[in-house]
Nanobody
Framework: QVQLVESGGGLVQPGGSLRLSCAAS????????MGWYRQAPGKQRELVAT???????HYADSVKGRFTISRDNAKNTVYLQMNSLKPDDTAVYYC?????????WGQGTQVTVSS
């Protein structure tokens, strides 16, 4: 059974930083892409950043220059380094992993940016 385990969320002041991690465990093969999405209260889930197995990245305009996505293919782990955080970044952040046959989602981790 495949599980995506996220960690690293929490409360941070505006301008601060957090690093999210998502580790995929179980029998997971042929990963094409890993990424992060977020959902704020009353809003739809939106893409934050993705990274392919080859290392190509894509970012939402709202996080470009502030967030960096990276991955460790050997560990099936994806990271999201978030800098210069703003109150608008407050949301539940979800990890998503896409293989050649299946899409997996993590349970989500809360990120709150507030003074």
């Amino acid at each position: 059974q495949v599980q995506l385990v996220e960690s690293g969320g929490g409360l941070v002041q505006p301008g601060g930083s957090l690093r999210l991690s998502c580790a995929a465990s179980g029998s997971i093969f042929n990963i094409l892409r890993m990424g992060w999405y977020r959902q704020a209260p009353g809003k739809q889930r939106e893409l934050v950043a993705t990274i392919t197995s080859g290392g190509s990245t894509h970012y939402a305009d709202s996080v470009k220059g502030r967030f960096t996505i990276s991955r460790d293919n050997a560990k099936n782990t994806v990271y999201l380094q978030m800098n210069s955080l703003k109150p608008d970044d407050t949301a539940v952040y979800y990890c998503k992993t896409t293989t050649t046959t299946t899409v997996y989602w993590g349970q989500g981790t809360q990120v709150t940016v507030s003074s």
